[in-house]
């Protein structure tokens, strides 16, 4: 692991648990070495640090789990390691998401640009409209 990369934090919870489980088995394969915990410890801290890229409280709640389990293995009686902790979550670090890539285009506003993402509607608007002939109310609900 380089220098650099050990200082940048984890840019999700996936890559968090992706070193994870390359932790675990390195662990397995070639034991407690001091690089071993060194490397441990650079994903404590990478970790930690990624916490102010987690809002969501089931993520937080995944990526502490995880810190705490590398933090239970380098500690040492009169070694505490690096703080396990999550930094709180700044939005000011979240990454800026383009609109136009929104995977969801049907739950966009409606406008004559975008009336071929919206189709498929015609036969329960003619049954609104048939039910409103017939009816001085017709109320309608449901999702998106």
Not at 16 to 42: C, F, Q, S, V
Not at 81 to 92: C, H, I, K, R, Y
């Amino acid at each position: 692991m380089t220098d650099m990369i050990a200082q940048a934090p984890f840019p999700s919870l996936a890559a968090l648990k992706a070193a994870h489980a390359e932790l675990l088995r390195r662990l397995r394969e070639g034991g407690e070495t001091p690089e071993m915990l060194a490397a441990i410890e650079g994903a404590i801290r990478r970790g930690s640090a990624a916490g102010a890229l987690l809002d969501s409280e089931d993520e937080r709640w995944q990526a502490q789990n995880i810190l705490d389990y590398w933090g239970t293995r380098v500690y040492r009686p009169g070694y505490d390691g690096p703080d396990a902790s999550l930094v709180e979550f700044d939005p000011a670090q979240a990454p800026a998401l383009d609109d136009a890539l929104c995977p969801y285009l049907g739950l966009d506003a409606f406008g004559e640009a975008r009336s071929p993402v919206f189709f498929g509607r015609e036969r329960l608007i003619a049954e609104i409209l048939e039910k409103m002939a017939a009816e001085p109310l017709v109320a309608v609900l449901g999702p998106s």
